[in-house]
């Protein structure tokens, strides 16, 4: 299930992507845009990145910390 980021002009969604199962890069990042292309952020309308399981938790880590900290210096527990 895609989340919607910017007044959901970008949605980025996470999956499991197996159908070469030779490479260790099997979690796919998809992130579409839907502006005007001087508003993009990326040069294609999608992108996807594929990164191994360590890499994807790690992200996950890094984006959990980043809104706790967020959370912390804003008051909101």
């Known amino acids: 299930m895609p989340i919607y980021?910017?007044?959901?002009?970008l949605s980025v969604d996470v999956y499991f992507e197996c159908e070469d199962e030779t490479f260790p890069d099997c979690v796919c990042i998809e992130?579409?845009?839907s502006c005007p292309q001087d508003e993009k952020i990326?040069?294609?309308?999608?992108?996807?990145?594929?990164?191994?399981?360590a890499e994807a938790r790690?992200?996950?880590e890094a984006l959990l910390a980043a809104a706790e900290?967020?959370?912390e210096s804003n008051g909101d527990q």
């Open 5 to 9: 980021l910017l007044d959901d002009s």
């Open 31 to 33: 992130i579409n845009e």
């Open 42 to 53: 990326f040069r294609a309308d999608e992108t996807n990145i594929y990164v191994t399981p």
């Open 58 to 60: 790690r992200l996950a």
């Open 69 to 71: 900290s967020s959370e």
